[in-house]
């Protein structure tokens, strides 16, 4: 079984930063190399598209619009997958979802970027 909980969504104005944090609950000691872990987001009425990933091998891969604003990062010890957003924008208004390789979801975050 694994769990994955999203926190660390709010409001912030336009140019400001939030920091997501996602924990994974699992039993299974090396589940990032199991699974690339991700951020997916969702706006609504459009469809859920990824925001930025880690693969199994470490590298990292950024949706063209986030480049040079967000931060994906993790720590394999703790099992957690931090998304780091500067200088956000009212199109980063999203719910927010932690993944391991689209096997497995947590339930969003919501962000809002609004002035």
């Known amino acids: 079984q694994v769990q994955l909980v999203e926190s660390g969504g709010g409001l912030v104005q336009p140019g400001g930063s939030l920091r997501l944090s996602c924990a994974a609950s699992?039993?299974?000691?090396?589940?990032?190399?199991?699974?690339?872990t991700g951020w997916y987001r969702q706006a609504p009425g459009k469809e859920r598209e990824l925001v930025a990933r880690?693969?199994?091998?470490?590298?990292?891969e950024y949706a063209d619009p986030v480049k040079g604003r967000f931060t994906i990062s993790r720590d394999n010890a703790k099992k957690t997958i931090d998304l780091q957003m500067n200088n956000l924008k009212p199109e980063d208004t999203a719910v927010y979802y932690c993944?391991?390789?689209?096997?497995?979801w947590g339930r969003g975050t919501q962000v809002i970027v609004s002035s």
């Open positions: 993944t391991l390789g689209r096997v497995y």
């Open positions: 880690i693969t199994r091998d470490g590298n990292t």
């Open positions: 699992t039993s299974i000691f090396s589940i990032f190399s199991i699974y690339y």
